[in-house]
């Protein structure tokens, strides 16, 4: 896809326009001061010439986040100052809003602001393709699926699971499996496959996480950094804690520590919980019972279901965690329950390792992720 760039300037008012037209009919359009960004970016920028380039559009911003944004983006430096312009439009029209309501009493203001965030509609990350055009495949083609009562289909110790992977990555192998089946396709039946897959769906969850880090989630009304806190600092165990001392109560000094160290995360609800924002906002109403089995043998116990539905039926999906919690040991997998039980086209049709036994675990060895809280 092409895109042209080209530069506006205005005498009077020392401000320039940066057109950028994608194709031949999109085109964004953003204003900057002129004394803060060069005309253009180079391609051939260095990785510390970027940052210098990126900070003079967002002096507000660390090195560690304008990295992720590049990185977001594959080191290309337009793109990223496109997308950091436009959060800071969000930023500065949040700040312009504050100042109008300034003459109210202040915890009303803050109700009132917290209100209209929780609102907005989520920011939606870009660059993973496959599993955002997964999300619109599922818009249309979901109903292939039976809409089952909250209660209804449930699962028990004899239910079988789809096929998942054993590298630290089953939780977001186990809901691009659900998007899988939602959008009709193909699950993943070679295990490279499922591994790169589940790769995949963690960089869109942690993507999507860092563009709504200041914001509040729809579903729970809380926002995402106290959410992301309470899973991977607060909530970690006590070893853990001394490990990686205690975060910051900042955004910014959150969002810090949580750059350096969510490429240790296992997933937990925080991650679930981006999952299912993403995909109600996208008008998919699903919903995700939580299972827990602590024994190959022993029942399974409900823990939660997210989010409580307010209809008398919804797309169910049940996910069954297993093995000892806080290790590498522990894993999630997805059931052959609830809007999926009796779907043959969703069965692998090899039964053979369906289900995640304490011998296979043995035999693949220890994870490539040491961390975590629940995975």
């Not at 204003?31 to 060069?38: A, G, K, Q, V, W």
Request: hydrophobic fraction near 35%.
């Amino acid at each position: 896809m092409s895109v042209v760039m080209s530069v506006l300037v205005s005498c009077s008012s020392l401000r320039f326009c940066l057109v950028v037209e994608v194709g031949e009919a999109r085109a964004r359009k953003r204003s900057f001061d002129i004394s803060l960004i060069p005309i253009f970016f180079p391609k051939n920028l260095m990785v510390e010439q970027q940052l210098k380039a990126l900070h003079g559009v967002r002096p507000d911003l660390s090195d560690a986040q304008l990295m992720e944004s590049l990185r977001q983006h594959n080191f290309n430096t337009n793109d990223a100052a496109l997308t950091l312009t436009t959060q800071e439009d969000v930023h500065e029209n949040a700040q312009q809003n504050r100042h109008e309501n300034a003459n109210e009493p202040n915890e009303a203001t803050q109700r009132k602001e917290a209100l209209q965030c929780a609102h907005q509609h989520p920011i939606f990350p870009t660059a993973e393709e496959y599993v955002l055009t997964a999300m619109n495949d599922a818009g249309t083609n979901m109903t292939r699926l039976q809409k089952v009562p909250s209660l209804g289909m449930q699962p028990d110790n004899k239910t079988q699971c789809f096929n998942n992977v054993a590298d630290g990555n089953c939780c977001p192998g186990a809901l691009l499996q659900m998007l899988q089946l939602l959008a009709g396709k193909p699950l993943a039946r070679l295990v490279r496959e499922r591994q790169q897959q589940a790769a995949l769906m963690r960089d869109t969850i942690f993507h999507f996480q860092w563009l709504n880090f200041d914001r509040i989630c729809g579903l729970t009304n809380q926002p995402w950094h106290e959410m992301i806190t309470m899973g991977h600092n607060i909530g970690v165990t006590r070893s853990e804690m001394e490990e990686y001392g205690t975060w910051p109560s900042s955004i910014e000094g959150r969002m810090e520590k949580w750059l350096e160290e969510r490429s240790t995360f296992y997933f937990t609800t925080s991650e679930i919980m981006a999952f299912l924002e993403m995909m109600h906002a996208k008008h998919i109403p699903i919903s995700i019972r939580m299972w827990r089995q602590n024994t190959t043998t022993s029942k399974l116990i409900h823990l939660y279901t997210c989010p409580e539905s307010s209809f008398d039926t919804n797309y169910v999906f049940d996910m069954k965690h297993t093995g000892a919690n806080d290790t590498s040991d522990a894993h999630y997998v997805l059931l052959r329950s609830g809007s999926v039980a009796g779907s043959k086209r969703t069965v692998s049709q090899s039964y053979e390792d369906m289900d995640y036994t304490e011998k296979r675990r043995k035999k693949n060895g220890k994870q490539t992720i040491k961390r975590g809280k629940t995975n």
